[in-house]
């Protein structure tokens, strides 16, 4: 199986709003809405940021939601901050039953 | 709120197997699925598999033929036992709880293979 295809990096400027995709196939994440994001800070754990395509878990500020359509999956982080800057990834379920991870982007914070 | 935390070696030779252990506390391995995850150097997460709580497991294609993931309940802990590794299996390996949503993740446990 393939990795979920993520934009290697994205930038913003503080209070900007930016946008990570995450497109896959009609086996996982066009078949399912059984998509997550995580964010990564460098030499940390990843943390559960939005489940089931649009959900967040508690704690998790409002400015980060999450969509879907056909494929491709999204991200959004609205009103940009300084300690959003960190690696996002994104996963699928399959049609295999299995798990699958997007690449990985880079999101810096200008 | 669930706490996990991995063990094992942090050095496997080539050609060994990497056995490790994922203790949890704050809450039942009888219930619930208990995911691995990797992650290589430098790179991005890659799924290793999963075991529910009844014992049923599945994991990742290109690892399947290596990888045993079992469950002892009895001392709230899961396993996973990755069979003839290569430099290519050196990563931070997390234990978490889920399937699909990985909501707690343990700190990770960095296995360097060399000889």
């Known amino acids: 199986q393939s990795a979920l295809t993520q934009p290697a990096s994205v930038s913003g400027s503080p209070g900007q709003s930016i946008t990570i995709s995450c497109t896959g196939t009609?086996?996982?994440?066009?078949?399912?809405?059984?998509v997550s994001w995580y964010q990564q800070h460098p030499g940390k754990v990843p943390k559960l940021m939005i489940y089931?395509?649009?959900n967040r878990p508690s704690g998790v500020p409002d400015r980060f939601s999450g969509s879907k359509s056909g494929n491709t999956a999204s991200l959004t982080i609205s009103g940009l901050q300084a300690e959003d800057e960190s690696d996002y990834y994104c996963?699928?379920?399959?049609?295999?039953?299995?798990?699958?991870f997007g690449g990985g982007t880079e999101l810096t914070v200008l | 709120q669930v706490h996990l935390q991995e063990s094992g070696p942090g050095l496997v030779k080539p050609s060994e197997t990497l056995s490790l252990t994922c203790t949890v506390s704050g809450g039942s391995t009888s219930t619930y699925y208990w995911s691995w995850i990797r992650q290589p150097p430098g790179k991005g997460l890659e799924w290793i598999g999963y075991?529910?709580?009844?014992?049923?497991?599945n994991s990742n294609p290109s690892l399947k033929s290596r990888v045993t993931i079992s469950l002892d309940t009895s001392k709230n802990q899961f396993s996973l036992k990755l069979r003839s590794v290569t430099a290519a299996d050196t990563a931070v390996y997390y234990c978490?709880?889920?399937?699909?949503?990985?909501?707690?993740w343990g700190l990770g446990t960095l296995v360097t293979v060399s000889s």
């Open positions: 089931e395509v649009s």
């Open positions: 978490a709880i889920g399937q699909y949503n990985l909501r707690s």
């Open positions: 075991i529910y709580y009844s014992g049923s497991t």
């Open positions: 009609s086996s996982d994440v066009g078949g399912y809405d059984f």
């Open positions: 996963s699928s379920y399959t049609s295999s039953n299995t798990l699958l």
